[in-house]
């Protein structure tokens, strides 16, 4: 994990400045994980991977569009194997970002998350 931080980081320092102010469209990666916070039932916290696809529209405002999507998790309840599943989430939002070097952006919009489980005698969406 150690390896792919300091990749990561020298990969970031070694990118030239780009001018997100201007107009037009961008398009980035995500990564990370999501937790999974369900009541009696031990999961681990699958990885996530995704994509973003924006376009500026001048001095802050942008319109955005995400997709996310987990790896297998599996979770248990009182030691025995329970369910695998998976989350995948789409949204669209509305973005500003104030103008400068170091910069505040806001969200707002619509998200639309499907989590999938099955399990020995059932599945659930």
Known sequence: MKKIA????ILMG???SVYA?????YIGVKGGSFRVDVEEVDTNNPTAKGFILGYNLGKGPAIEFEHNKSDTFTASQYGYYGA???IETTALYFAYRSEGTVFFKVKGGILKEDVKADGYYA???
């Open 123 to 125: 599945s659930a969406s």
């Open 14 to 16: 070694a990118c030239g």
């Open 21 to 25: 102010q201007e107009p037009g469209v």
């Open 84 to 86: 695998e599943g998976d």
């Open 6 to 9: 300091l990749s990561a980081a």
